[in-house]
């Protein structure tokens, strides 16, 4: 079998990446392990303009927003199902102090703060003793409802495999990769965490995130916020079920649910919800972290038929969408990609 690209993996990277090669009229063969504990499968979906304890507005979200909004809505079109849900973030502070943080932050974000929310409307739902603040707009992305979608598409097209690629019985020269007996172009590298022991990308620096979050269902709670204090409060696929999350651990050990994170998440919203609520399941991820902050995109600098779309960290949400399409323009096109991005600016630790 001959095609274009050959994929590995199809979480948010993978998938995006595939559907914008099959827009610009390139064959592809997308392989996916189906990792339960891939980053796409246990994100809660948020798109963040303004992150962080200190509120700081997410990396070039002037121009991903529009672009992932635009994006998502196409694929509701094409796939025919809902995947964006408008809503924003209802920030309780916890201190006096974090009130006058986002007092302050909302004067130089006028665009996606709002400090003078009329916080009193939720008394009936939460407890809290200083005000909440609005981050808008936040919509949420039903990723999984989108990669289940796309996965039948592919599978209707005969282009998806479920399967874990071999890096090893992968055989590269400078025009193609053969794997078992399918001939490709390109191989594009698109593993999530998994990329840390790619023999192509592995030198790269990526590091370990360990992501924890409940399922809970929470009847009663109004679904279009997302609310936050310490945990965030997220209206998850349907019914009355939500995330709450989530936690960084860049030291773990093992990818088990932790009993310190469920202790912490009881112990949290029984001093912050009003509301009764039922904990139905307890999932782990590991994001595609990495030192920079910044995606790795583009081909190998030694072997021009491998490639990577990675490295989304905590807001693959925002960024998969618009370097999925930059890198297919860079691919088909020859449009030169942004530097910052270009994973050739590791050149000299990749021709090591
Ligand atoms: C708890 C948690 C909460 C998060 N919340 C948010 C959020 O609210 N907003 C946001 O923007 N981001 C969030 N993220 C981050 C986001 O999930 C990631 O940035 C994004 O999903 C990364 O997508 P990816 O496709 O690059 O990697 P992944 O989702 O990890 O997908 C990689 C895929 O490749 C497959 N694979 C691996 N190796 C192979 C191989 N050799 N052959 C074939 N297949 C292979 C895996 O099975 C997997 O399906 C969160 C992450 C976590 C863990």
């Not at 399967?163 to 992968?170: F, K, R, S, V």
């Not at 078992?180 to 999530?192: P, Q, R, S």
């Not at 592995?202 to 992501?211: A, Q, R, Y």
């Amino acid at each position: 079998m001959k095609v274009d690209y050959l994929i590995a993996g199809c979480g948010l990277s993978g998938a995006l990446l595939s559907r914008e090669l099959i827009k610009a009229g390139c064959s592809v063969l997308v392989f996916d392990a189906r990792a339960g504990n891939a980053a796409s499968r246990v994100a809660g979906g948020i798109i963040n303009p303004v992150t962080g304890k200190r509120l700081v507005r997410t990396w070039m979200i002037e121009e991903l927003l529009p672009f992932a909004i635009n994006c998502y809505k196409e694929l509701e079109d094409e796939l025919k199902i809902n995947l964006i849900k408008d809503c924003s973030i209802l920030d309780f502070y916890a201190t006096q102090d974090q009130r006058n943080l986002f007092i302050e932050k909302a004067f130089l974000e006028k665009d996606f703060l709002k400090s003078d929310t009329d916080a009193e409307s939720w008394e009936p739902y939460f407890r809290f003793y200083y005000g909440a603040g609005e981050i808008l707009p936040c919509p949420l992305i039903d990723i999984r409802a989108l990669l289940n979608e796309w996965q039948q598409q592919l599978t209707e097209l005969n282009c998806f495999v479920e399967e874990q690629i071999d890096p090893a019985l992968c055989k590269v020269n400078a025009d193609k990769v053969l794997y078992k007996n399918i001939e490709a172009a390109k191989i594009i590298w698109c593993e999530g965490a998994e990329a840390e022991i790619n023999p192509w990308f592995s030198m790269l620096p990526w590091s370990k995130d360990k992501g924890e979050a409940i399922i809970a269902s929470i009847p009663g709670l109004p679904r279009n916020y997302i609310y936050k204090q310490y945990l965030a409060i997220v209206p998850w696929q349907c019914d009355d079920l939500f995330w709450i999350g989530a936690t960084h651990d860049w030291k773990y050990t093992d990818l088990n649910p932790s009993r310190a994170f469920m202790e912490n998440v009881k112990m949290q919203l029984d001093l912050w919800l009003k509301l009764p609520y039922t904990i139905i399941d307890h999932i782990v991820g590991r994001r595609p972290a990495n030192l920079e902050r910044k995606p790795f995109v583009g081909l190998h600098p030694l072997y021009p038929s491998v490639g990577i779309l990675n490295g989304m960290g905590g807001k693959g949400v925002s960024m998969a969408p618009f370097f999925a399409s930059e890198f297919t323009k860079h691919l088909t096109q020859g449009k030169p990609l942004r530097p910052d991005v270009d994973v050739k600016r590791f050149s000299r630790i990749l021709s090591r």
